[in-house]
C-alpha cells in the first residue's frame, strides 16, 4: 500500500506548518508515502486525477489533513477510483464529516479525548484503520460545469445565506461598529441578512417526485453526514451506507419559533415527534428550484443556481475508519 498526505497548510491554527510535517514525516517512517501540500482551493482535484492516471495498480491511502473543505474536494477528485481509500485527519475548525463517526453522545471524542488526540488526530490509527464502502451525494445544475459530490450536507435557504455573505463580508469588510462589538462576519451576516431576509425562502424541494413544501420555506438539508455548521445536528438519522439520502425541510416560522427550533436542531431533536414545520424523507433522488437564483452550500462549498438535482452515488468511495 501507498500513502499519499495531502496537506492543507491553511485549515485551522492548530499545527504549525513545519512542525506538522515532520509529524507526518515520523508517523509514516519506513512507509512508502508521499506529501502533497495544496496550492489554492480544489487544486487539490487535478492534482489527484493526475496522479492518479500514473498510479494504477497499487492500492494509495490519501489522507485529507485539514478541515471539511479538504475532505471534500479529496472525496470529489477518487470518485471513481477503484484503487484509492480516504482517510481524514481532522485539524480543520468545524470537523462536521468525521463527527459521525463517534461512539457516543459526546460528538467531539473522535477528535480530542483525555490525551488531546482523538482517533481522527492520529495518524497510527488511520494507518492502521479498516476501509469501506460508503455513499455520496451527486449534485448537478445547469450552474455547474460537473457534477459535484457531497460526502456531508447539501444545505440551502436560511443558513446559507449566514454562509454566502458571512463569506462575502469576511473578503469585502463590514462595518465597524459590529467588529468592535465582538461579531464576526458570519455572526453580521446572520443578522443583517439570515434574519431579516432569510426566513422566506422560494424554494420548492421535491424528494423522488414528492413535493415537500408548498410554501416559502427556511432551510433545507439533503444529508449523507449527520452535523452542519460545526454545531447542528442537522441529521441524526443519517447512515452512509444505506443507499439513501436524508432529506429534511423546514418550514417558514416566526422569529420566536425559530428561536425555539435551534435548541432541539442542534441537539438533533427536531426529528423526535412530527411537527406541521418540518418534512423529513429519506429518498435515492432530490429536485430543488427557486425563480431567482440562490445560494446552496455543499460540505460548506458556496455554489449558485435556480435548478439543482441530487441524487445517491451508493459505495462511491472507500472511506477508511480508523483503528480504536
Do not use: W
Amino acid at each position: 500500500m501507498k500513502h499519499l498526505i495531502v496537506f492543507n497548510g491553511k485549515a485551522g491554527q492548530e499545527k504549525d506548518v513545519e512542525a506538522f510535517k515532520k509529524e507526518i514525516e515520523s508517523a509514516f517512517k519506513g512507509l512508502d508515502h508521499e506529501v502533497y501540500e495544496t496550492e489554492g482551493p480544489r487544486s487539490v482535484i487535478p492534482f489527484l486525477k493526475e496522479y492518479f492516471k500514473k498510479n494504477t495498480k497499487d492500492v494509495v491511502r490519501v489522507y485529507a489533513c485539514g478541515g471539511d473543505g479538504t475532505v471534500h474536494e479529496v472525496a470529489n477528485a477518487l470518485v471513481g477510483i477503484k484503487n484509492a481509500e480516504l482517510a481524514v485527519l481532522a485539524v480543520g475548525t468545524g470537523n462536521d464529516f468525521v463527527k459521525s463517526y463517534a461512539k457516543s453522545k459526546d460528538y467531539d471524542e473522535i477528535i480530542t479525548n483525555k490525551a488531546g488526540e482523538g482517533r481522527f488526530k492520529d495518524f497510527k490509527a488511520l494507518i492502521e484503520g479498516k476501509a469501506e464502502e460508503i455513499d455520496l451525494s451527486k449534485l448537478t445544475s445547469p450552474s455547474l460545469k460537473e457534477p459535484m459530490y457531497s460526502i456531508n450536507v447539501i444545505n440551502f435557504g436560511f443558513d446559507a445565506i449566514v454562509g454566502a455573505m458571512g463569506n462575502y463580508y469576511k473578503e469585502h469588510g463590514y462595518p465597524e461598529k459590529a467588529k468592535a462589538k465582538g461579531m464576526s462576519p458570519y455572526d453580521y451576516a446572520l443578522k443583517n441578512d439570515a434574519m431579516k431576509h432569510g426566513r422566506f425562502n422560494d424554494i420548492t424541494v421535491y424528494a423522488d417526485e414528492e413535493r415537500l413544501n408548498e410554501k416559502k420555506m427556511l432551510l433545507a438539508t439533503l444529508a449523507q453526514g449527520r452535523f452542519v455548521g460545526g454545531t447542528f445536528l442537522c441529521a441524526p438519522k443519517s447512515d452512509n451506507k444505506d443507499g439513501l439520502i436524508d432529506v429534511c425541510v423546514i418550514k417558514t416560522m416566526t422569529l420566536i419559533g425559530l428561536g425555539l427550533f435551534i435548541g432541539p436542531y442542534t441537539k438533533g431533536k427536531h426529528l423526535n415527534k412530527p411537527k406541521k414545520k418540518i418534512v423529513y424523507r429519506q429518498a435515492k433522488k432530490i429536485r430543488f428550484e427557486s425563480p431567482n437564483e440562490i445560494d446552496v452550500c455543499v460540505d460548506g462549498e458556496m455554489i449558485k443556481g435556480k435548478t439543482f438535482e441530487v441524487e445517491v452515488c451508493p459505495k462511491a468511495i472507500k472511506f477508511v475508519v480508523p483503528n480504536n
